[in-house]
C-alpha cells in the first residue's frame, strides 16, 4: 500500500478556499492577507496535519540570483515597440556582469500582473523587483510598500513611487525642447498623439506639452492612444480631418510615428512642407523611413548600467537615492521643417 503524500500548500489552499499566494502569506507570517483569512488558513492547516517543507523553505530563503520584471502590455504592441525590447536588452546585459538573470513575464492586464507580483512575494522567486509603466494610483506601489523586504527599483517619476527607489527619465523638459523647436521651424498648432492617459510618464508629458505651448501662444491638441500602430493610423487620421489641422504631429513611439508618414503620404500631404513628423523615442526604424523621422532620443539600452548598481545595492540591504537616466536629446532629420504656410 502507497502511503500518502504529505499535505502540501496547494491542499490547505483548496481546503481553505484561497489562493496558495495566500497560505503562503498566512503561514509564513507575512503581509498580504486579512486577519480572518490567516486565521482561517491556520486553522485549516492544522487540521490537515500541514508541515512545513524545511528544504523548500532552505531554499526559499535563499537568494535566487534573479531580478523580475513584469510588462502589463498587449502582446501585439510589444512586438513593435522598441522601447521594450532596448530596456531588456540593457537590463539583461548589465545584470550578466553580476551572474544575475532577469525573469520577464507578459501579461495583458492589471489583475494578472497583480497575480504574479503576489506569487514572486510569497515564493521568494527573485531577488528584486522592476516596475515600469506605473500609473497614477498604481496598487503596485502600495503593494510594494507594504512588503517593504522585496526590494524594489521603480522606472518612474518619483512623485507618483510614493518613497519607493526610482530611476526616471525628464520627460517634462523633453516636451519642452519639442514644443520649442517646432516654435522655432515656425509651427503654431502642433498636436499630440500620446501613449495611454493611465501611465503617470503620459500625464507628466501631456502637462508639459499643454504648458509650453500656450506660453508661446501656440495651439496644442492630444489625443491618447495604445501605442500601436493601428491607433496611430486611426489619430493621425482624425486629426488631419478638420480643416484646422495641425502641421505638426508628435506621436509618443516611432511605430505610431511611421503610420503617421503613411496617412500623410495616403492624403497626398508633403512631409515636412504639410505636415512635419516627430517620434518620441529614437530607434533604427527612425531612419528607415523617407523622409527619415525627427526623433526625441535616449540612451534606454543604457539605462540598464544605470538602474542594476541600483538594484543591486537595494539587495544588499542599501539606502539607494532616486536616479535620472541620460537626457534626452532631439535629433532632427527630415521629416521635420518650416510649414508651408510660415513660407508664404
Known amino acids: 500500500m502507497v502511503s500518502k503524500s504529505k499535505v502540501t500548500i496547494s491542499d490547505v489552499a483548496r481546503a481553505a478556499g484561497v489562493s496558495n499566494s495566500a497560505v503562503s502569506y498566512a503561514l509564513n507570517g507575512k503581509p498580504g492577507v486579512s486577519e480572518e483569512t490567516r486565521d482561517k488558513v491556520l486553522k485549516v492547516a492544522e487540521r490537515m496535519g500541514w508541515k512545513p517543507n524545511m528544504a523548500a523553505k532552505a531554499l526559499s530563503d535563499a537568494s535566487t540570483r534573479t531580478v523580475g520584471l513584469v510588462v502589463e502590455v498587449d502582446p501585439d504592441v510589444l512586438s513593435v515597440e522598441s522601447y521594450f525590447m532596448e530596456l531588456i536588452a540593457g537590463l539583461g546585459d548589465a545584470l550578466e556582469a553580476y551572474d544575475y538573470s532577469l525573469l520577464v513575464r507578459i501579461v495583458s492586464d492589471s489583475k ?35 512588503h517593504s523586504s522585496m526590494p524594489v527599483l521603480a522606472i518612474a517619476d518619483p512623485s507618483v513611487t510614493h518613497g519607493l527607489p526610482s530611476m526616471t527619465s525628464d520627460d517634462a523638459e523633453g516636451a519642452r525642447l519639442i514644443v520649442d523647436y517646432l516654435h522655432e521651424l515656425g509651427h503654431r498648432h502642433i498636436a499630440r498623439v500620446a501613449g495611454p492617459e493611465r501611465y503617470a510618464h503620459t500625464f507628466i508629458r501631456d502637462r508639459a506639452f499643454m504648458e509650453e505651448s500656450s506660453s508661446l501662444g501656440m495651439v496644442c491638441d492630444c489625443l491618447h492612444a495604445d501605442y500601436s500602430p493601428e491607433q496611430g493610423r486611426d489619430m493621425t487620421n482624425r486629426l488631419l480631418a478638420f480643416s484646422d489641422a495641425p502641421t505638426a504631429i508628435v506621436y509618443d513611439n516611432d511605430a505610431m510615428a511611421i503610420e503617421g508618414l503613411h496617412v500623410a503620404a495616403e ?24 523622409p527619415p523621422i525627427t526623433a526625441m532620443w535616449r540612451d534606454i539600452p543604457r539605462l540598464g548600467a544605470k538602474a542594476v548598481p541600483m538594484l543591486m545595492a537595494l539587495i544588499e540591504g542599501k539606502k539607494v537615492e532616486n536616479a535620472m537616466e541620460s537626457p534626452y536629446e532631439l535629433i532632427q532629420r527630415g521629416s521635420t521643417g518650416t510649414p508651408k504656410v510660415a513660407k508664404e
Not at 500582473?113 to 497614477?136: F, K, P, Q, Y
Open 112 to 146: 494578472n500582473a497583480m497575480r504574479i507580483h503576489r506569487h514572486w512575494i510569497a515564493t521568494g522567486s527573485v531577488d528584486a523587483m522592476l516596475v515600469m509603466n506605473v500609473e497614477v494610483g498604481d496598487p503596485r506601489i502600495d503593494f510594494y510598500k507594504e
Open 267 to 290: 492624403r497626398g500631404l508633403s512631409v515636412p512642407d504639410d505636415l512635419s513628423v516627430m517620434a518620441w523615442d529614437d530607434s533604427f526604424a527612425c531612419t528607415a523611413t523617407t
